[in-house]
């Protein structure tokens, strides 16, 4: 089996004590590539160090995370374009709109987003979408600036089948994680409903661990285990849920 992490942030302090035993970890048990989404210039360091440290299995994305959109955000936005520039990264993300915290800069996360989608666009490289409680907006500003050459992800969808068929409608994918598997969620019954060729798998680690874990820390390791909540929702060997999903997200970001 050979499963990607599409969406993990195996770089914070939650992993400064056993990093590269975790990424390790996660190589052993089929995850071959691990996607880092950046935050923002504070956390781009650390995600630099660890893709140096791993070159061939951990990914680095380069974007401006939501709920990093503060006074400071055009500083942040010219960042993220210098750093495009390179040509290193293999994604715009983590973008998107986050509403849930805080409402103070939501004019300047909807401009953030639109032209993090632009800067995709520009460089031909897909995104990766985070939003909280504000589907509505930031599918809007997605849709007005899809073309054929803006792809990517919903990361940590949670939606419900209305929203799962707007994602469609653009094609993009969602990325399916840890809540998959928390009895109560609901989302199990909507996942069923999407066809297998809109999804992939994430961790969205340290955070949102699956059961059996729930509570600790989350990390890639644990990719097997909603691959498997994965497999029974669909009724169909783990194995075929792992080359699916991998084949999606390998359509999405360029992996050499």
């Not at 939650?14 to 995850?31: G, L, M, N, P, S």
């Not at 050459?149 to 799962?164: D, M, S």
Request: a negative charge.
């Amino acid at each position: 089996m050979i499963l990607v992490d599409t969406h993990t942030h195996l770089y914070l302090e939650q992993f400064d004590e056993d990093r590269t035993e975790v990424v390790e970890a996660a190589i052993a048990q089929d995850v071959k590539w691990m996607l880092l989404p950046n935050i923002d210039g504070d956390s781009l360091d650390d995600m630099k160090k660890l893709h140096l440290e791993f070159p061939n299995n951990c990914l680095p994305m380069m974007g401006l995370h939501p709920t990093s959109v503060k006074e400071n955000y055009e500083e942040e936005l010219r960042l993220v374009e210098k750093e495009l520039q390179t040509g290193k990264y293999i994604a715009v993300g983590e973008i998107g709109m986050d509403l849930y915290w805080d409402k103070e800069y939501a004019e300047q996360q909807k401009d953030a987003f639109r032209r993090q989608l632009k800067m995709a666009k520009k460089y031909n490289l897909p995104v990766s979408i985070h939003i909280r409680d504000s589907f509505d907006i930031a599918y809007h500003i997605v849709k007005e600036e899809s073309t054929d050459k803006l792809q990517g992800i919903f990361h940590c969808f949670t939606g419900g089948k209305n929203e799962a068929k707007q994602i469609m409608d653009i094609g993009f994918k969602m990325g399916i994680g840890g809540i998959v598997t928390f009895k109560n969620a609901g989302l199990a019954e909507v996942v069923e409903t999407i066809p297998e060729k809109y999804l992939v798998l994430e961790t969205d680690a340290p955070f949102l661990t699956p059961a059996p874990f729930r509570g600790k820390r989350n990390q890639s390791v644990y990719l097997k285990y909603i691959a498997e909540k994965l497999a029974e929702i669909k009724s169909k060997p783990v194995e075929e849920i792992a080359e699916i999903t991998t084949k999606n997200a390998l359509e999405v970001f360029t992996i050499e």
